[in-house]
């Protein structure tokens, strides 16, 4: 029991210090990216491939003179760009998710306490996993479908000579995730059939 309230504890101290430190990279990326751009509306980070039409530029090496071609594989820029349908669409859904994400967040905490004062395998418990786990994953899924309706809006508006616009792939790791809810699952069943167990005895 000693060995549940100290990954408890951990879990809390963990998940509060990768917040901050999200928010504070969040943050000052935020900041950065803003710089004197207060004439453009939109900031783009681009990954990109060369055409086969494209003639690569050539960098020499300073010890030995040696040129060698190079190519980007990412732009980074700001321009002016509408956003589409579906990114405004996307964009109304954010904020109700961001308050079930908060209340996700604190049934995680009202987990902790719970498994502190002694009562881990109950109901209770169970429902706050779900609603912690599947809160996090439904806002992984709005991010990445904000992020590739943003890939397509982008692309769409955007002509860079000798290259194409291609979609980077999932921001996320999604395998974390995916583990954590079927270690929820698994300690529902866990649950169940301790409750089961209980009204044999």
Same mark, same amino acid.
């Given at each position: ?11 809390? /101290?963990?998940?509060?210090?990768? $917040?901050?430190? $999200? ?12 710089? $004197? ?10 990954? /990109? ?20 071609? *190079? ?31 908060? *209340? ?10 719970? /498994? ?16 912690? /786990? ?32 291609? *979609? ?29 167990? $209980?009204?044999?005895?």
């Amino acid at each position: 029991m000693k060995k549940i309230k100290l990954l408890a504890l951990l879990v809390i /101290v963990a998940f509060v210090a990768q $917040d901050l430190l $999200d928010m504070t990279r969040g943050f000052t990326d935020g900041m950065q990216a803003a710089g $004197d751009s207060t004439e453009y509306n939109a900031h783009f980070d681009l990954a /990109v491939q060369p055409t086969p039409a494209l003639v690569p530029d050539t960098l020499q090496g300073v010890t030995n003179g040696v040129k060698a071609p *190079y190519w980007a594989t990412r732009i980074e820029g700001y321009g002016r760009i509408q956003k589409s349908v579906p990114q405004i669409a996307l964009s109304v859904v954010v904020f109700p998710l961001a308050l079930f994400v908060l *209340y996700g967040i604190y049934c995680l905490i009202r987990l902790v306490i719970s /498994v502190l004062r002694g009562s881990v395998f109950t109901r209770k418990n169970v429902l706050r996993m779900r609603l912690f /786990v599947y809160s996090a994953l439904l806002l992984g899924v709005l991010s990445e479908l904000l992020s590739y309706a943003s890939y397509l809006n982008v692309a769409a508006h955007v002509d860079i000579p000798g290259y194409e616009v291609v *979609y980077s792939g999932l921001k996320y790791a999604w395998l974390p995730y995916l583990l954590l809810a079927l270690f929820t699952e698994i300690f529902a069943i866990g649950v169940k059939l301790k409750e089961e167990q $209980d009204l044999t005895i």
